[in-house]
């Protein structure tokens, strides 16, 4: 069976999600379609979804323009996999501590925009992270990390002792790129590999 995946394409680092989507299913042994989101109707027949980076006010103001908000939410109740990254991150957050940014609430936690610094403080780290054996080669630019989580959100790595990957239900949320990456494991953690429905 062939899954769909979604990579909601209204900013961010499409085609490189899409790619790495496509090495984390062969890896996982997974057929899989990649389709780019732009508009409302593409969710509902996604089995998995990524929500790349870009700036957060204008991928929520889109996500809601489209009708694609309320569908992300749909997918995430039925415990479907999301994986959100960088600005996606902070989209997926319950609380950006932005009153510009509509979040979709799919993680119940607090993140602080730019927490890492401006473009120029950009940096590469072996990270650990909970699930991975070796470290996972993590990209961070212009970074949120994670001020606040709730009791059902599991932290899977800190830098600095602050998150910057958790998992909550179907929901991973990473502060940094794995998609700049060749390592596709963080993609196949989180969209292949990811726990039942039931755990939410």
Do not use: W, Y
Request: proline share 6%; aromatic share 4%; glycine share 8%.
């Amino acid at each position: 069976m062939t899954r769909t995946a979604g990579v909601v394409a209204v900013q961010g680092d499409v085609s490189e999600h899409a790619a790495a989507i496509e090495r984390a299913a062969a890896a996982a042994g997974e057929s899989v379609e990649v389709r780019e989101i732009r508009e409302a109707g593409i969710v509902p027949d996604c089995d998995v979804l990524a929500l790349p980076g870009g700036e957060s006010t204008t991928i929520s103001r889109l996500l809601a323009q489209e009708g694609i908000d309320e569908e992300i939410r749909d997918h995430v109740a039925a415990g479907k996999p999301v994986l959100a990254t960088c600005a996606g991150l902070i989209v997926a957050s319950a609380d950006a501590r932005d009153d510009r940014v509509a979040t979709l609430d799919a993680l119940d936690a607090a993140v602080e925009r730019n927490a890492f610094g401006r473009q120029k403080d950009s940096f590469e780290a072996p990270l650990s992270v909970e699930g991975l054996d070796e470290p996972f080669p993590a990209v961070f630019i212009r970074a949120p990390a994670i001020a606040e989580v709730g009791e059902d959100v599991e932290v899977l790595a800190t830098v600095e002792d602050r998150p910057v990957a958790v998992r909550q239900g179907p929901v991973v949320g990473l502060s940094f790129h794995p998609e700049l990456v060749a390592d596709e494991r963080l993609h196949r953690l989180a969209l292949f590999e990811a726990p039942a429905a039931a755990t939410r």
